[in-house]
Structures are given as structure tokens and as C-alpha cells.
């Protein structure tokens, strides 16, 4: 395993990736970008053990509910590179047990890789959005074929990809990058049908990297996004080899699909237990802000909150069921349920809105436009706004403006435009997630109950 510091070395390796227009030539020396090195590096240290045979914790395959939930509680607590690098591994192996009759030698190749990577204790991001061009057109149709990753060039030694992935969070931070379909294949279309493993080093990777991070010099306004940010890279596959150890996937289409409801599978049940929290800090935040206002006894601000806690218990309860009903593979490995981890997903993200809405209503105009720390250190102001930003005797302007600092970045600065659009589209859009609902909802179980409270029992097993 490697300590914080051997990872930040194995950084300096001629990567490409940019920022803010330039070549960046250290991720770990950037200003910026070394913020999210460090977190990363952090959690090297964290789960760092002596030994060849070494496999951090985060990285252990779980074999049942209870082993599951430890990973789900253990990883709301780690860094976002750690986090995929997780969701990676447990996509590829949930992969590999779905392709294990159709590709066994594929699977094996799964299954070695993921034991090479946790052997030498590699970070793992995840290459899945494609460009996709004219969206009301399949990737064979597009004007540029390649608007969606392909494979351009097969050889007896690998084959060559061209392309480019968006959205990927941390992508200039980790080792490799799992490059996955983003959706099933037609007929045709086995070229796109590809999954693979790409060091982040390879010739041809060139990733261009954007960040919600503040660009202030002080800090103490943004409390959340000041000390933590994931920027998210512009991935993109310039002829990029591939050798064929690292082949998952190259063809046949229909496997494609695969590939991306597996890492789906995975990314939303990380996008639940982390709203699982969230939406209780937002209850907090809410609470907290109307006591601060006076208001915690006022009718509408009470059923306001009570809402919000409605909808944080059903987020809880979606992943609570989602882990009780886990399904084991045959590696014997314990993958969540398929119907509560999209159902509390979607939940999740088509309400974030409504608790977000009814936080700023609660907390005022003051989320936008409470001053900053620095005016309320300036000797000729300062005492007067910590006055009126007060509201008694218990409640210091001091505090109330930090309560407001933390919930416009939370919830209405560049962090909260990034948590609004990323609980949408997280493990794909909401229309994915009802769609996947629907495949596992047990709907001839309900049609059956209807007839028989409908006393109508002869007809059951024969309806459409």
C-alpha cells in the first residue's frame, strides 16, 4: 500500500491535464488542485497497512448486509477519490459476474485486475458520460462517429479508442480511468461497445479539469467548498492503446448495457447514503436558522421543517432497505437491492429542490447577502453589523452570519449549483432511475393483490 506522500509522488508521472486554460504540470503543486490531492492523500495515511499482501479497508468486498453497511457508513466519511475508487472495483465485479456465461476469459481478466489494483493500492475514476452529439441519435448514427468512445484500430496486442468522457469527478487525481459504455448498444454498434482500463498517464489521455473551489483568498466565507472540492475532468481519448489485458469488453453490443447499470447500481447507492445525510444536514440547517430568527415556533416554519424531516426519514429508509435486501453474487459478494437503491435515489433528487426551496424561505434574504468575516473584523463596522445581524441576547450576529455563510455555500453559491445538478445526474439522469424501478418493481405481485381485493380472483395470471 502507499502512504499520502508515495501518492503524491506517483502523481508526478507526465500526465496531461489542464486548467484554467494552462498545462498543469504537478496536480499535487497546483494551488487549486492540490487541494483535492491532499484530501485524497489523507486517506492514503488513513487506511495505510505494512505488507505485500495489504488491502486498505475501503477496498474490501462485501460479503453480506452487515459487511455492506460497514462500507457504506466507512465511506461516507472518506474522500471522493476513495469513494469511486470503491464504486469502481464493486462495478467491475458485479460486471464480471453478469458476463461470466457470455465472456469468462473477460471476467477473469475483471476479476485479475481488481485484485492487481488493490495490491498496489490504486485510485480509480470513473469514464462513463460520452460527448453523444445529436442526443435524439444512437452513437451509429452521429454526424462524428466519434461522439461516443469507440474503438477505432484492433490489433493481436490490444486495441486503439478514440473519444472523450465528461463529467468525471477527480479524474486528474487517480491512477486510472474505468472507461465504460454509457448506455446498451444496437445492433451494429459493437465499436462503441467497449470497457477498458486506461492509465491516466497513457499517451493520448489529455484531461481538462473546472472546479466549484473559491477563488478568494479568504476562506472563512465559503466554510464548506473552501476546504473541500472535487473538480470534475474533461476526459478525452486521443488514439489512445489499450492492450489487451486491460480489454473488458469489445463487443458484442448487447453486453454494453452491462457495464453501465452495473456502475449505475453502484453510484446511486453512494448518491443515497450521502443524501441520507445530507437532507439531514439540511433539517439541521433549517432548524438551527429559524431558532437564530425567532421562528422556530411559528406555524408554517414548523411544517416547513417537518417536511423536510419526512422526506430525510425516506431517503434513510430507501437505503436502510436497499442494504437489508442486498443480493449475493456468485463471488459471493453482496451487491445493494435494485428496486429501494433507485427508488430512494430518485427520491432523493427530485426533492432536492422542494428542501432546498424550503430552507431559503426559512432562513431569509440573508443567505445571499450576509457580510463577509472580514467586514465584520473591520474596526469602524464591524460592531455594528454584529449588532444587527444579532437577534437577542443569546443569538451573536457573529453566529448568525456564519450560520448564513454556510448555508449559502452549501446550498446557493458554486457548491450548491454543482450539488443540485450532480444529485440529478449522479449514476444517470432521473428518467434512468424510474426506468430501472419499473424493470424491478413487482408489478404482477400488485395486479394480483388488486384482484383479489377486487373479489375478481378468476381472472388472475390471465391479464396482459
Known amino acids: 500500500m502507499m502512504t499520502g506522500d508515495q501518492y503524491r509522488k506517483s502523481l508526478d508521472d507526465g500526465r496531461e491535464t489542464y486548467f484554467q486554460g494552462e498545462r498543469v504540470p504537478n496536480v499535487a503543486t497546483d494551488p487549486i488542485l492540490k487541494v483535492t490531492v491532499d484530501s485524497a492523500a489523507s486517506g492514503y495515511d488513513r487506511f495505510y497497512k505494512p505488507g505485500a499482501d495489504s488491502v486498505g479497508d475501503f477496498m474490501k468486498v462485501p460479503s453480506n448486509a452487515h459487511e455492506l453497511r460497514e462500507q457504506v457508513e466507512l465511506h461516507e466519511t472518506v474522500d471522493l477519490l476513495t469513494h469511486v ?68 484500430k484492433r490489433g493481436p496486442e490490444g486495441i486503439v479508442i478514440r ?78 492503446f489499450v492492450p489487451k489485458e486491460r480489454v473488458f469488453l469489445d463487443g458484442p453490443p448487447e453486453l454494453a448495457a452491462i457495464f453501465a447499470h452495473s456502475l449505475g447500481l453502484w453510484e446511486r447507492l453512494g448518491g443515497l447514503a450521502s443524501m441520507a445525510t445530507g ?35 425516506l431517503i434513510r429508509a430507501s437505503l436502510e432497505a436497499a442494504i437489508e435486501n442486498c ?20 427520491h432523493g433528487a427530485a426533492n432536492y429542490a422542494l428542501m432546498v426551496r424550503h430552507l431559503h424561505d426559512i432562513a431569509g434574504g440573508s443567505v445571499l447577502t ?68 419499473r424493470m424491478h418493481y413487482d408489478l404482477e405481485n400488485a395486479k394480483t393483490l388488486a384482484l383479489k381485493h377486487a373479489n375478481m380472483d378468476e381472472y388472475i395470471g390471465k391479464t396482459a
Open 163 to 240: 473519444g472523450a468522457k465528461l463529467h468525471i469527478s477527480a479524474a486528474s487525481m487517480g491512477h486510472e480511468l474505468m472507461t465504460i459504455p454509457t448506455k446498451s448498444m444496437k445492433v451494429g454498434e459493437d465499436d462503441y461497445a467497449v470497457a477498458c482500463m486506461v492509465p491516466v498517464n497513457a499517451k493520448g489521455v489529455k484531461i481538462v479539469n473546472t472546479t466549484y473551489y473559491p477563488r478568494h483568498e479568504d476562506k472563512r466565507d465559503f466554510p464548506v467548498s473552501g476546504r473541500f472540492h472535487t473538480p470534475e475532468g474533461f476526459v478525452i481519448f486521443d488514439d489512445v
Open 327 to 346: 443480493k449475493i453474487t456468485s463471488d459471493s459478494a453482496a451487491f445493494p437491492d435494485e428496486l429501494y437503491t433507485n427508488v430512494g435515489k430518485y
Open 370 to 437: 450576509a457580510p463577509s468575516i472580514a467586514d465584520l473584523e473591520n474596526p469602524e463596522s464591524g460592531h455594528l453589523i454584529r449588532k444587527y445581524m444579532g437577534t437577542r441576547q443569546d443569538i451573536d450576529g457573529l453566529y448568525r452570519t456564519k450560520l448564513f455563510h454556510a448555508i449559502r455555500d452549501t446550498t446557493a453559491d458554486a457548491l450548491g449549483g454543482w450539488s443540485t445538478v450532480t444529485n440529478i445526474q449522479a449514476g444517470g439522469g432521473l428518467y434512468a432511475q424510474r426506468i430501472v424501478s
Open 279 to 313: 437532507y439531514d444536514r439540511l433539517v439541521g440547517f433549517a432548524q438551527l436558522i429559524s431558532e437564530a430568527n425567532g421562528l422556530e415556533k411559528t406555524a408554517h416554519i414548523r411544517e416547513k421543517i417537518s417536511e423536510m424531516m419526512i422526506n430525510a426519514t
Open 85 to 152: 475508487t470503491y464504486a469502481s472495483i464493486m462495478t467491475l465485479l458485479t460486471a464480471a459476474d453478469k458476463i461470466e456465461t457470455q465472456l469468462p476469459e473477460n471476467a477473469a481478466r475483471i476479476r485479475a485486475y481488481v485484485k492487481d489494483a488493490q495490491r498496489k493500492d490504486l485510485r480509480i475514476t470513473q469514464c462513463i458520460t460520452d460527448a453523444k452529439g445529436d442526443r435524439s441519435r444512437s452513437p451509429s448514427k452521429q454526424d462524428d462517429p466519434d461522439a461516443y468512445v469507440r474503438v477505432v
